[in-house]
């Protein structure tokens, strides 16, 4: 498949290099010849220089013949423009990186289909979302969506006090619990484990739990049970779109909101768009003066959304020792993807990069097989396949399968319903199996998957 990748920024150039290891045909145009030198000397893609509002750009990396143009620029008008362009020129599918809310407006009819734009995603929506996700329990460091809105995984951390920590996975306590979730991999130091029944969880591991989203969440509750009766405090650290967004989302869901931002001007910006209510302290978020202030070391959660990686990653670091109970640390250079969760003192860490590139990855359903996250822990994918008559495991259970040491089946979707697999589940035609995957695996698990 002949994907244009319009912007060869960081996005961009991660985005190309996920797509070349599923051997499809990769262009990436961009006006910078600094930027297409970068990616060049990391990859090997077919490279256009020009500007991708451009015609002639756009027909020279071959609009007319590709099946999909990612438009993930960091101009919000250009992208807008070079879908708009693609589309006329023939591109079935066009996906638009958006930064503003309010780029369309449906009410006047004016939407992004109006521009040939076939999807579109946008990095401080995602980005706000995904902390969302784990700002009401300490222990959870990521949910994981899929195809079907019914079905999730959850990434936790057994903590030393933990009743996990110890502890077979047979011997959890509550009988029910293991029949309605599933422990899909651990993390243990830098290796990925295949958990079974004996295996010994142990304090420090991150387990991937998936199952139905209502038992994944029963699960979380009954390990860490909600405390009710007072204010949370969350400090946020940064106030462009993500940051506001997420104090949008934290202020419905009973939180007590506090900002920091370096920016006078940004400063007053937030009193024109949140309560006077909200503390909105204008300082430097290393410097201990500043959170003390804030009030961090009485706060439930602490997050960095600034794009100075270095400062998030030292503020972050400050918050913990200071007393934060849990911090949230959001980078944006890929080089960060592995080293910031790696960090003893920052409990949830997220890339800006990787989450984008997971939202447009999730956009691109390719029938067969269906990419629903790259694990930024380890080098694996979360994937969904399709089981078709033709292949080797229809009708057959699990547990008569040789399956690769490369794949961890985590899921089964069927029809409406969401099984957690076992060696007795047989996989029907038209299952759809959801597995963790090591990349260096992919090819081998296709051909238990093909069309």
């Given at each position: 498949?002949?994907?244009?990748i319009?912007?060869?920024?960081?996005?961009g150039?991660?985005?190309a290099?996920?797509?070349?290891?599923?051997?499809?045909?990769?262009?990436l145009?961009?006006?910078s010849p600094e930027e297409?030198?970068?990616?060049s000397s990391?990859l090997?893609?077919?490279?256009?220089?020009g500007?991708?509002?451009?015609v002639?750009?756009?027909?020279?990396a071959?609009?007319?013949?590709?099946?999909t143009?990612?438009?993930?620029?960091?101009?919000?008008?250009?992208?807008?423009?070079?879908?708009?362009?693609?589309s006329?020129?023939?591109?079935q599918n066009?996906?638009c990186r958006?930064?503003?809310?309010?780029?369309?407006?449906?009410?006047d009819?004016?939407?992004?289909?109006?521009?040939?734009?076939?999807r579109?995603?946008?990095?401080p929506?995602?980005?706000?979302?995904k902390i969302?996700?784990v700002?009401?329990?300490d222990i959870l460091?990521?949910r994981?969506?899929?195809?079907?809105?019914?079905a999730?995984?959850a990434?936790?951390?057994?903590?030393?006090?933990?009743?996990l920590?110890?502890?077979p996975?047979?011997?959890?306590?509550?009988?029910?619990?293991?029949q309605?979730?599933?422990?899909?991999a651990i993390?243990?130091?830098?290796?990925?484990?295949?958990p079974h029944?004996?295996?010994?969880l142990a304090?420090?591991?991150?387990?991937?739990?998936a199952?139905?989203?209502e038992?994944v969440?029963?699960?979380?509750?009954?390990?860490q049970?909600p405390?009710?009766?007072?204010l949370?405090r969350?400090?946020i650290?940064?106030?462009?779109?993500?940051?506001r967004?997420?104090?949008r989302r934290?202020?419905?869901?009973g939180?007590?909101v506090?900002f920091?931002?370096?920016?006078l001007?940004?400063?007053?910006?937030?009193?024109?768009?949140?309560p006077?209510?909200?503390?909105?302290?204008n300082?430097?978020?290393t410097?201990?003066?500043?959170?003390?202030?804030a009030?961090v070391g009485a706060?439930?959660?602490?997050?960095n959304?600034?794009h100075?990686?270095e400062?998030?990653?030292?503020?972050?670091?400050?918050?913990?020792?200071?007393?934060?109970?849990?911090?949230?640390?959001?980078t944006?250079?890929?080089?960060?993807v592995?080293i910031v969760?790696?960090?003893?003192?920052?409990?949830?860490?997220?890339?800006?990069?990787?989450v984008?590139?997971?939202s447009?990855?999730?956009?691109?359903?390719?029938?067969?097989?269906?990419?629903d996250?790259i694990?930024?822990?380890?080098?694996?994918?979360?994937?969904?396949?399709?089981?078709?008559?033709n292949s080797?495991l229809?009708g057959?259970?699990?547990?008569?399968?040789?399956?690769?040491?490369?794949?961890?089946?985590?899921?089964v979707f069927?029809g409406?319903?969401?099984l957690t697999?076992?060696?007795?589940?047989?996989?029907?035609?038209?299952?759809v199996?959801?597995?963790?995957?090591?990349?260096?695996?992919?090819?081998e698990?296709?051909?238990?998957?093909?069309?």
């Amino acid at each position: 498949m002949k994907f244009i990748i319009v912007g060869a920024g960081e996005l961009g150039c991660l985005l190309a290099s996920t797509l070349l290891e599923r051997d499809h045909d990769v262009i990436l145009l961009d006006s910078s010849p600094e930027e297409l030198e970068r990616v060049s000397s990391k990859l090997d893609v077919m490279t256009v220089e020009g500007s991708c509002s451009s015609v002639a750009a756009l027909k020279k990396a071959g609009a007319e013949s590709a099946h999909t143009l990612l438009a993930v620029s960091g101009d919000e008008a250009a992208n807008i423009l070079a879908c708009q362009i693609a589309s006329r020129l023939g591109v079935q599918n066009t996906v638009c990186r958006l930064y503003r809310s309010d780029a369309f407006s449906e009410e006047d009819g004016i939407g992004a289909s109006t521009f040939g734009i076939w999807r579109t995603f946008s990095p401080p929506e995602v980005c706000a979302e995904k902390i969302a996700d784990v700002l009401f329990c300490d222990i959870l460091l990521e949910r994981i969506r899929f195809s079907r809105k019914e079905a999730q995984m959850a990434v936790i951390e057994i903590e030393r006090s933990s009743i996990l920590a110890g502890l077979p996975i047979k011997d959890i306590p509550g009988s029910d619990i293991l029949q309605t979730i599933r422990f899909a991999a651990i993390m243990r130091g830098q290796d990925m484990l295949a958990p079974h029944g004996d295996t010994i969880l142990a304090p420090g591991d991150k387990v991937y739990v998936a199952g139905k989203k209502e038992n994944v969440d029963d699960f979380l509750q009954w390990l860490q049970p909600p405390v009710s009766g007072f204010l949370r405090r969350l400090v946020i650290s940064g106030s462009d779109e993500t940051g506001r967004i997420l104090a949008r989302r934290a202020l419905d869901a009973g939180f007590e909101v506090r900002f920091i931002e370096p920016n006078l001007k940004k400063c007053e910006e937030l009193q024109d768009l949140f309560p006077s209510s909200i503390m909105m302290l204008n300082g430097d978020p290393t410097e201990e003066e500043i959170l003390e202030e804030a009030g961090v070391g009485a706060a439930d959660v602490f997050v960095n959304v600034s794009h100075d990686d270095e400062n998030n990653i030292l503020s972050c670091i400050l918050a913990k020792r200071m007393g934060a109970r849990k911090v949230i640390s959001l980078t944006h250079k890929p080089e960060y993807v592995k080293i910031v969760p790696a960090l003893e003192m920052i409990d949830c860490a997220f890339s800006a990069t990787l989450v984008s590139v997971n939202s447009i990855l999730r956009l691109l359903d390719s029938g067969a097989m269906r990419v629903d996250a790259i694990l930024q822990r380890f080098r694996a994918n979360l994937s969904e396949f399709r089981v078709s008559a033709n292949s080797p495991l229809c009708g057959k259970r699990l547990g008569d399968c040789r399956l690769p040491s490369s794949l961890i089946l985590s899921l089964v979707f069927r029809g409406a319903d969401v099984l957690t697999p076992s060696g007795s589940t047989v996989l029907e035609k038209d299952d759809v199996a959801v597995a963790i995957v090591a990349q260096d695996g992919i090819r081998e698990i296709e051909a238990l998957f093909p069309k």
